[in-house]
């Protein structure tokens, strides 16, 4: 019985997709040829010693390939793509992070031991399980060997022959291939590392003078704004579109009525369900980044990002809004921030919304009385990143009146009578719903702010940084996000007309769709910038 249950876990491991849709009966009813082959070189290892030793070998390798596929499976569901084993270990710092905002100090201390417990006896039951099977092996040889002559046999016929299980071959070298994947993976990471180098350092904008960039913007105040997870499904998705929608149409109106105009359209995102940081820095440098690599690489560069070339024309003062920021941030230097608020710096005394450390509403008028409103020698121009759609989208802050927004404790009683979110995790239908409603809000909370501070010089450019993770957008989602451009001069939008975009901040379902990291380039072009490049 022990020997079966060895033989089923084995054979588990080496058929385990790494996609959590194939995860379907049919999968583990396959003959896995690695299974025959393993226990051919178990057979022909005379010393048992030795070969206990490699029965050791196999075990550490099913349980490091079956944390690389439950990993595959983990960031496949939360980012749209698999885990890079060269790149994503650090992330899990972070997924770790945000699982203590949403979820409590203790509730993750438990969870992360238990991980670790989980990933010891994962390593510890498939060593013991093939070294048993070994031993086995070695006491009843000859039955073995021709049992494993007769499996290959049928392995090799119903491979050649094509056999299916379902929709999957019946013949099976799941595992080889799962490594193979991994392999390539690894290298074409290591080889993207130097290309990607060549790449950043040639700029056509990169040797631009100051007076050559953005000529026909002087005198505004520029504004950029990412709105978290705000993503295509927010627009298009039938249970999340209703409200988003009736918000969008009548926040438009309302902005016009003050005298604004906005054009929409959309923008393929280089990230999926996380990972922002990639989305704000290929928007702003027009480059693809969608590996911590590579960010790590365009941030510590001087490839031109849009919001350095504010500050390299010497016109602007330059500062960002960053609630999300809890720690020191490097960064700022490449995007040519002058000042960064971060959320230590904001005055905040209300409470968190799970990882969101405090509501856009209270981000907005802190950046309104900190910076924007403010008297100033030149314009200005900011980059604000809101964070209260981030998931897990629960509790949600909702809006009060601006002139009682104080230091933000009146969100005291909002946080406590908001959902928890172990309820919103749980549930799909749910989760769409509140992620829906935090849309809302954070639009609402922006144009609200726009409606009320924006100036005849204010233009506002902002975007959503990802599409929410698949449990809300979908397994076959794109990775589409809105963008818009609000002004009240006419010849700021006038600039743009050429691009094909929609009127007002919805963006129809036909408007152009450009790569996220296109843009730079666009902007700077529209607005008068003329590209004097630079070479690797």
Same mark, same amino acid.
């Given at each position: 019985?022990? %020997?079966?249950?060895?033989?089923?876990?084995?054979?588990?491991?080496?058929?385990?997709?790494?996609?959590?849709?194939?995860?379907?009966?049919?999968?583990?009813?396959?003959?896995?040829?690695?299974?025959?082959?393993?226990?051919?070189?178990?057979?022909?290892?005379?010393?048992?010693?030795?070969?206990?030793?490699?029965?050791?070998?196999?075990?550490?390798?099913?349980?490091?390939?079956?944390?690389?596929?439950?990993?595959?499976?983990?960031?496949?569901?939360?980012?749209?793509?698999?885990?890079?084993?060269? #790149?994503?270990?650090?992330?899990?710092?972070?997924? &770790?992070? *945000?699982?203590?905002?949403? #979820?409590?100090?203790?509730?993750?201390?438990?969870?992360?031991?238990?991980?670790?417990?989980?990933? #010891?006896?994962?390593?510890?039951?498939?060593? #013991?399980? %093939?070294?048993?099977?070994?031993?086995?092996?070695?006491?009843?040889? =000859?039955?073995?060997?021709?049992?494993?002559?007769?499996?290959?046999?049928?392995?090799?016929?119903?491979?050649?022959?094509?056999?299916?299980?379902?929709?999957?071959?019946?013949?099976?070298?799941?595992?080889?291939?799962?490594?193979?994947?991994?392999?390539?993976?690894?290298?074409?990471?290591?080889?993207?590392?130097?290309?990607?180098?060549?790449?950043?350092?040639?700029?056509?904008?990169?040797?631009?003078?100051?007076?050559?960039?953005?000529?026909?913007?002087?005198?505004?105040?520029?504004?950029?704004?990412?709105?978290?997870?705000? $993503?295509?499904?927010?627009?298009?998705?039938?249970?999340?579109?209703?409200?988003?929608?009736?918000?969008?149409?009548?926040?438009?109106?309302?902005?016009?009525?003050?005298?604004?105009?906005?054009?929409?359209?959309?923008?393929?995102?280089?990230?999926?369900?996380?990972?922002?940081?990639?989305?704000? =820095? %290929?928007?702003?440098?027009?480059?693809?980044?969608?590996?911590? &690599?590579?960010?790590?690489?365009?941030?510590?560069?001087?490839?031109? =990002?849009?919001?350095?070339?504010?500050?390299?024309?010497?016109?602007?003062?330059?500062?960002?809004?960053?609630?999300?920021?809890?720690?020191?941030?490097?960064?700022?230097?490449?995007? $040519?921030?002058?000042?960064?608020?971060?959320?230590?710096?904001?005055?905040?005394?209300?409470?968190?919304?799970?990882?969101?450390?405090?509501?856009?509403?209270?981000?907005?008028?802190?950046?309104?009385?900190?910076?924007?409103?403010?008297?100033?020698?030149?314009?200005?121009?900011?980059?604000?990143?809101?964070?209260?759609?981030? &998931?897990?989208?629960?509790?949600?802050?909702? =809006?009060?009146?601006?002139?009682?927004?104080?230091?933000?404790?009146?969100?005291?009683?909002?946080?406590?009578?908001?959902?928890?979110?172990?309820?919103?995790?749980?549930?799909?239908?749910?989760?769409?719903?509140? *992620? !829906?409603?935090?849309?809302? *809000?954070?639009? %609402?909370?922006?144009?609200?702010?726009?409606?009320?501070?924006?100036?005849?010089?204010?233009?506002?450019?902002?975007?959503?940084?990802?599409?929410?993770?698949?449990?809300?957008?979908?397994?076959?989602?794109?990775?589409?996000?809105?963008?818009?451009?609000?002004?009240?001069?006419?010849?700021?939008?006038?600039?743009?007309?050429?691009?094909?975009?929609?009127? !007002?901040?919805?963006?129809?379902?036909?408007?152009?769709?450009?790569?996220?990291?296109?843009?730079?380039?666009?902007?700077?072009?529209? *607005?008068?910038?003329?590209?004097?490049?630079?070479?690797?």
């Amino acid at each position: 019985m022990v %020997t079966a249950l060895a033989a089923a876990l084995v054979l588990t491991a080496l058929l385990l997709p790494n996609a959590l849709a194939a995860l379907q009966p049919n999968r583990f009813v396959r003959l896995p040829g690695e299974a025959i082959i393993g226990t051919a070189l178990l057979l022909l290892i005379p010393r048992r010693a030795a070969r206990t030793a490699a029965a050791v070998v196999m075990g550490l390798a099913l349980a490091a390939l079956t944390i690389l596929n439950v990993l595959d499976i983990g960031f496949r569901q939360y980012l749209g793509r698999a885990f890079n084993p060269v #790149l994503d270990w650090e992330l899990l710092d972070d997924a &770790q992070a *945000y699982m203590q905002d949403t #979820l409590g100090r203790t509730a993750i201390v438990a969870l992360t031991a238990g991980a670790v417990a989980g990933v #010891l006896a994962l390593f510890a039951v498939l060593i #013991l399980a %093939t070294v048993r099977l070994s031993r086995a092996l070695d006491r009843h040889r =000859s039955p073995a060997a021709l049992g494993t002559m007769i499996a290959g046999t049928v392995w090799i016929t119903t491979a050649s022959l094509g056999l299916q299980v379902g929709d999957v071959p019946f013949a099976s070298d799941r595992a080889t291939q799962a490594l193979m994947v991994q392999a390539r993976r690894v290298q074409a990471t290591l080889r993207d590392e130097a290309e990607f180098e060549k790449e950043a350092n040639a700029d056509v904008f990169g040797a631009t003078p100051p007076a050559e960039l953005v000529p026909d913007l002087r005198g505004k105040d520029m504004i950029f704004t990412f709105i978290e997870s705000y $993503g295509r499904s927010a627009i298009e998705d039938p249970v999340i579109a209703p409200g988003v929608n009736r918000t969008l149409d009548a926040r438009t109106e309302s902005l016009e009525r003050a005298g604004f105009q906005a054009r929409s359209g959309w923008l393929t995102s280089a990230t999926y369900g996380g990972s922002s940081w990639l989305g704000h =820095s %290929t928007f702003l440098s027009g480059l693809w980044i969608d590996n911590q &690599q590579r960010y790590r690489t365009v941030t510590s560069g001087d490839h031109l =990002s849009l919001t350095k070339a504010f500050e390299k024309t010497g016109a602007w003062r330059t500062v960002g809004i960053m609630p999300g920021v809890q720690k020191g941030w490097p960064e700022a230097e490449y995007y $040519g921030l002058d000042h960064v608020y971060d959320a230590d710096h904001l005055g905040y005394g209300g409470p968190k919304f799970s990882w969101s450390t405090m509501p856009d509403q209270y981000a907005l008028e802190a950046f309104q009385r900190l910076e924007h409103g403010r008297e100033h020698d030149k314009p200005l121009m900011a980059e604000v990143i809101l964070t209260s759609s981030h &998931q897990p989208w629960a509790p949600i802050p909702r =809006s009060v009146g601006w002139d009682e927004l104080g230091d933000g404790r009146i969100f005291e009683g909002i946080e406590e009578a908001g959902h928890d979110p172990e309820g919103i995790i749980a549930s799909s239908d749910r989760s769409k719903e509140e *992620y !829906g409603k935090s849309v809302q *809000y954070s639009v %609402t909370s922006l144009t609200e702010w726009l409606e009320r501070y924006g100036t005849d010089d204010t233009v506002l450019v902002f975007l959503g940084d990802h599409q929410p993770i698949a449990r809300v957008s979908g397994e076959r989602a794109s990775r589409d996000v809105p963008v818009a451009i609000v002004a009240k001069d006419p010849k700021v939008l006038a600039a743009v007309d050429g691009w094909g975009w929609s009127r !007002g901040l919805r963006p129809e379902s036909g408007a152009p769709v450009w790569k996220m990291s296109a843009f730079r380039d666009r902007f700077l072009t529209a *607005y008068g910038s003329v590209p004097h490049p630079t070479k690797d």
